[in-house]
């Protein structure tokens, strides 16, 4: 199955999501960790809605938890 995100849409949609939060995006790129980017859990649920709306598409909760870094991302799958 083909990735549902590029690594230019991950990165895109984890930089808008630090901007909302005025947070800093310097050095964001697909290597980036989570932990790394000052991200909790209420931000983690925020970025993966906004994916969801930006796949069109719900997609699996599961495969969330076995992500890591920013990259990581292109490994969701819709339901």
Same mark, same amino acid.
Do not use: H
């Given at each position: @199955?083909? %990735?549902v995100? %590029?690594?230019?849409?991950v990165?895109?949609?984890?930089?808008?999501l630090?901007v $909302?939060?005025?947070?800093?995006t *310097?050095?964001?790129?697909?290597?980036?960790?989570?932990?790394?980017i000052?991200?909790?859990?209420?931000?983690?649920a925020? +970025?993966? @809605?906004? +994916? $969801?709306?930006?796949?069109?598409?719900?997609? *699996?909760p599961?495969?969330?938890?076995?992500?890591?870094?920013v990259? *990581?991302? @292109?490994?969701?799958?819709?339901?």
């Open positions: @199955m083909a %990735t995100f %590029t690594q230019d849409q990165v895109d949609v984890v930089v808008e630090l $909302e939060k005025n947070r800093d *310097d050095g964001v790129t697909v290597d980036s960790a989570f932990a790394d000052g991200l909790d859990s209420v931000d983690y925020e +970025l993966f @809605m906004a +994916l $969801e709306d930006s796949a069109g598409a719900r997609l *699996d599961d495969s969330a938890s076995r992500l890591i870094r990259g *990581d991302l @292109m490994s969701l799958r819709p339901l």
